[in-house]
């Protein structure tokens, strides 16, 4: 029998409350029905829209979501309310372009308010549609200059996009607005941080905690800030605060992972690693249907591992797949494309795709990074059998050929990570790890060795600044792809590696591979070691103090000396 739909004021009003309490106990085919019901009768209801969307999000249902707010506008298309939440369930379909343009619809009809401004600027910062959003940011502090709020979030988007000063800037003017604002301390703190001012930032973030003892956002920037001088032993502390607080805080676990990782902790440390996601470290990532696999019974089976984060953590993760074959499953692996031709010699994966390519059916799925947790990796017991990667035979036997005449002892050279302008964390990150060619020089008194770049990018053109006093073999523009990399690496004695991908090459080959490490280490590599349990063939040489390379160089050289003296 089809129920009557509510007709009057009265009983919408009474079906709307009937929805909402069976949304709050967890009835969601009786709190969708009402919803529908209502929405029958006034299509641009948009309490009930909005509520009956977050049920269909809750359960997935994004397409059905886009419907209900495509309904919406069709009877209210200058509902600026509706484009935007159209634009948003739009994002997390993965539909960009068109989220893209539902915002900017949502801009043109220029909203009011500034609390409606920043919903927009929001979406922008998800589709990293960063101009947009510094216009959408601009307009919300036009609307309301009194509100705090305003310079937070515009405050937060300029320290994403590396413009530190003026993210000090507006973090300030919300702290003059609103003292007492949790958020205009924690951003303030941020900007400081990321311009070096340590001693500030943690003063900024002390004054969060004292506004706001039961958050656990301040305790968690502190502790970042603890964790870029390495005092790891407060940064656990500090963390474990926050934890105490929040036992289910996203960026307080990651950050407690990546501590207890470096300790060398890593049973201990892969359960938070797994948080790296909800703390969106990584942005938009592909996420898969199926359930993550965890270690479960998999013989006949089909899993789907997927690539994250980057080259490098790709190359010293695919490992775990020759184990998985081991448990007798069917592999499928997803990677970024310039691994995919050195990825295909390995026999273990039964399906390889890159991220533009449709992804196989499989009962299972599971991210590179989360297979040490899947198979309780520990410090003890790493699957560290050495080469586990290999050149193709036909690159191998050009590069073989192409190097012929070049005298041995020959050795590789990478002195710069790879530039991503799109990431300032990252820019600041890659200029700590980095060096310029010309700081390297003191190798080029080493006598008898060939030296050759696998270096790629603007960093290769520093070969010429330094043609007169150190001549470099340069393929970098024969270097197409990882297979092409592995090829020429396999020709060569020893690699000489600041932390990128090609070290992690070097190492899953098997070949001897010397990293120049920033003191303020990347947890793979550890502490107070100058071997990686990871990579037999590695040898650190850390900066003795944060910045110092000329330390870590000079006990290189003298190494290199011994070495090559010894061939």
Known sequence: MTQALPQTPEALSACFAQAVQAQQRG????AERHYRQILAVVPQHLDTAHNLAILLGDQQRHADALALWQGVLAALPGSIDARIEAAMTRIRMGDGAGAKADLVQAAALQPADDDTWRRIASGFVLLREFPDAVDAYTAALNCNPQEPRNYTAFASLCSHLGEYAVAQE??????RLAPDLLWAWVELGNAQMKQGQAAAAAASFSQAIRIAPQDPVGYCNLAITQMESMDLAAARLTLDQALALDPEHPLARWNRALVLLTLGQLREGWPDYEYRRQS????????????QWRGEPIAGQRILLL?????GDSLQFIRYAALLKQRDAWIAVRIQRPLKPLFAELDCIDALIDESEAVPDTDWHCHLLSLPLAFNTGLDDIPARTPYLRAPQVSAERWQQRLAEVPRPRVGLVWAGGRRQH???????????????????????VPGISFVSLQKDEATAQIAEVAGQWPILDYSGELSDFAETAALVEQLDLVISVDTAVAHLAGALNKPVWLLNRWDTDWRWLLQRDDCPWYPSL??????GPGDWEGAIAQLTAALAVWASER
């Open 27 to 30: 009835d969601r085919h009786t």
């Open 170 to 175: 507006l973090a300030e003017s919300a702290t």
């Open 280 to 291: 969106n470290i990584q942005g938009v990532i592909y996420r898969p249907t199926t359930p």
């Open 307 to 311: 690539c994250e984060q980057g080259l």
């Open 423 to 445: 990431m300032a964390d990252a820019v600041l990150l890659d200029a700590r790890r980095s060096l310029h060619l010309s700081q390297l020089l003191p190798l080029a008194q």
């Open 539 to 544: 040898r650190q040489f850390r900066q003795p």
